[in-house]
Every structure is written in structure tokens, then in C-alpha cells.
């Protein structure tokens, strides 16, 4: 079972400091508008235009989530800060930021508020993951409320049956079920089969190097995690049936790792 801190210690952990962010400087910008619920033009002082991800989280495809953001940035205005995550920028050359801005004497964190919201869920990047428990929680609190996408059918966590995430391929998806067994390539890529025949059924992998950031992580080698009930999100593609490739430890959560037990 993955355990995570009470809920207010981890909020006031995520106001306080995420890692990276200590490092980096906060660059005070103007922004320019809401492009998604997790994307948004913004100016710097010296009159650059650049197009900017909100680290460790994705928005609904709605209107609602872009004028959740939309609002945010309104609201902060010319206060609004970026600091730069360790991922840097995105294979497009957009920026990976964590924003913020000051709200009656408190910071208020962009990610946080579209999680809260549930205008937005938890979307771990490599290298851009370090508020993800605080987030994972934040999400927790609106699906049970129903908050945004929760309550309106934009976010739904779907089981692993192949079929029907058929319909659903090439988009991104969170997926829970158990583990069936765990297959490893001679390259070191591990799969994590949901299904008793890897051919068809939904799967998980993951290449070397990602392993080896569940390590650098402190968490459990996923090779272990046959049995368990987990709860996975990334981008769905076809592979030998439905497929989603992790790259950051923080895309699985434990929900139930069965005990190991000794043979009689």
C-alpha cells in the first residue's frame, strides 16, 4: 500500500519547497493567456513570448479546464512567477515550469489550485516530479468530492480490459488493476502484463534507465510488484494490445503489493 503523508503536512510541504526549485530562480513574467488546462503563453520583461507546461500535472480537454487556468492567470497578473523544473524544457522546446503568485500574503501554486479544482490531474514528467505526492493527494480530495472533471466525465480511471481501451488508444489515460506476471526483455526492458497473454492484453513497460529511476526514487523495483493493484497513467499506444510506457516512477501508485509469504 503506498502511504502517503496527512494531507495538510504535505500542503504546507508543497508550499514550502520542492526540490529543483531551490536551486532555480523564480522569473516574474506577464501572463498572456491559457492555451490549455496545463499551457499558457506568457511575456518576460524583456518582451520574449514563450509557451510554457505546468510541471507534474495534465488538464482536461475541455473549456472549463483552459478557463480554470485562464482565471489563475488572471488573477495573478504581472506577479506571476516561474522557476524552470530540472526537466528543463520539452522536446518542442517549451519550457517545464512550476508558477505561482501571491495571493492575500500566500503562495499560490498554478498546479495545486487546477488539481484542487479538479480541473487537472497529477501527470508525472521525469525530472519534474518532485511536488507529486502533494499533488497525488490534492487529486485524491476532488475525485472523492466529484470536483471538475471527476464530477463531469473527463477524468475516469479505467480498468485494464483490452478491448474496450481499444477505443481509446493514443490518448492519455490513468488505468488501475492487478499486476499478472512480469516479463523482462534481454535489453533489460520490463513489461508488467495484466493479462495472461502479453500478445493481447493491456501492458505496462519499462526501459532500463526508467527502472533505475525507481531506485534513484527510493521506491521498490517494479519487477517486484507482481500481484500487486497498481494505478498507472501515461500515454496509451498500441504495442502487442494497449500500452503505456513509464518513464517516471511517480506515473505508478500502489494501491495493494501483496505481502511476500514463505512456502509451507
Not at 507546461?53 to 495534465?58: P, S
Not at 506571476?80 to 518542442?92: F, K, N, P, Q, V
Not at 500574503?105 to 490531474?121: C, K, Q, R
Amino acid at each position: 500500500m503506498m502511504m502517503r503523508i496527512a494531507y495538510l503536512a504535505l500542503v504546507l510541504i508543497g508550499l514550502s519547497a520542492c526540490r529543483g526549485a531551490e536551486q532555480a530562480p523564480a522569473e516574474t513574467v506577464e501572463p498572456v493567456g491559457a492555451r490549455t488546462g496545463h499551457g499558457f503563453l506568457y511575456e518576460t520583461l524583456e518582451g520574449v513570448r514563450e509557451y510554457a507546461l505546468l510541471a507534474g500535472i495534465r488538464g482536461a480537454d475541455s473549456d472549463e479546464s483552459r478557463e480554470a487556468l485562464q482565471s489563475l492567470l488572471d488573477e495573478a497578473g504581472a506577479g506571476l512567477s516561474l522557476i524552470e523544473t530540472e526537466a528543463g524544457r520539452d522536446r518542442y522546446d517549451r519550457p517545464v515550469v512550476i508558477a505561482m503568485f501571491n495571493r492575500a500574503g500566500e503562495t499560490v501554486f498554478l498546479d495545486a489550485e487546477m488539481v484542487t479544482s479538479g480541473h487537472a490531474v497529477v501527470w508525472p514528467r521525469p525530472e519534474a516530479d518532485a511536488r507529486a505526492d502533494l499533488l497525488y493527494a490534492l487529486e485524491a480530495d476532488a475525485r472523492s468530492a466529484g470536483r471538475g472533471g471527476w464530477g463531469d466525465g473527463a477524468f475516469l480511471i479505467r480498468a485494464p480490459d483490452p478491448d474496450p481501451l481499444a477505443q481509446h488508444l493514443d490518448s492519455a489515460q490513468i488505468i488501475e488493476g492487478r499486476v499478472v506476471a512480469i516479463g523482462e526483455a534481454r535489453n533489460g526492458r520490463l513489461y508488467l502484463n495484466f493479462g495472461m497473454n502479453w500478445r493481447t492484453d493491456f501492458t505496462v513497460s519499462l526501459n532500463r534507465d526508467d527502472r533505475e529511476r525507481f531506485e534513484a526514487a527510493g521506491l521498490s523495483d517494479p519487477s517486484a510488484l507482481e500481484g500487486a493493484q497498481i494505478r498507472v497513467r501515461g500515454w496509451l499506444y498500441a504495442e502487442n494490445g494497449p500500452m503505456i510506457h513509464v518513464q517516471s516512477p511517480w506515473q505508478i501508485e500502489v494501491l495493494d503489493a501483496p505481502e511476500p509469504a514463505a512456502l509451507p
